[in-house]
């Protein structure tokens, strides 16, 4: 495995995020960022990237930034609603299993920054590299209302019944210390960066 060109790879995966800003988060044509998305998973250095042996790897707070085909969020947003950002959070739970947060904070007019978060379970398979996926619960919390720092509100938290709750399949493709890459069952691939705690 050729590291120097991984790390080529990945520079230029950041430089053309950094270039589309929030687009890269939207449906919309990005075939050039596509490919090396797809040559950093060929030549992904972590095997079975859901083995406990590498839950140091997998275990954080992840920022996404990059989306193939937009995420179930941005694909209807209405106008003048823009994307601060959208974030998972991975913590170990049971031994073959992850509890995860995905998150996402949306600057809204005239109302200011509302924060909505997804909390469920990563159910691992024996390939160590796909998860069953369920969400039980979503909270929703205003923060900065009407664009005042220190104005908000509690976090309201939601059950998912669990009739209504729905499964879902995930792969992980791409996994070192600084990025992830991962696809859903639509082949969406989603691109998340380390996010390093203060």
Not at 52 to 63: A, D, E, F, Y
Not at 98 to 116: H, R, S
Not at 129 to 139: C, G, K, L, N, P
Not at 165 to 180: C, F, K, M, N, V
Request: charge should be negative; include cysteine.
């Amino acid at each position: 495995m050729d590291s120097s060109e991984i790390q080529q790879l990945k520079r230029d995966l950041l430089y053309q995020v950094a270039a589309l800003k929030q687009q890269a988060l939207l449906p919309a044509e990005k075939g050039e960022l596509d490919a090396v998305v797809q040559q950093l998973e060929l030549l992904n250095p972590t095997r079975l990237p859901l083995s406990p042996v590498n839950r140091s790897l997998l275990l954080g707070r992840w920022k996404l930034i990059y989306a193939s085909n937009g995420t179930v969020v941005t694909r209807q947003l209405a106008g003048g609603i823009s994307i601060n950002e959208i974030w998972q959070i991975l913590n170990i739970f049971q031994e073959e299993t992850i509890a995860v947060t995905n998150g996402m904070e949306l600057e809204l007019p005239l109302l200011g920054k509302l924060q909505m978060q997804a909390q469920g379970l990563w159910q691992q398979q024996d390939n160590m590299q796909t998860a069953r996926v369920t969400f039980d619960a979503f909270s929703l919390q205003a923060t900065g209302l009407f664009h005042q720092p220190n104005w908000q509100f509690p976090a309201l938290h939601i059950p998912i019944l669990e009739w209504m709750r729905r499964e879902a399949s995930w792969q992980t493709t791409y996994l070192d210390s600084e990025l992830r890459i991962g696809q859903g069952v639509t082949g969406n691939r989603f691109v998340f960066m380390r996010q390093i705690s203060c």
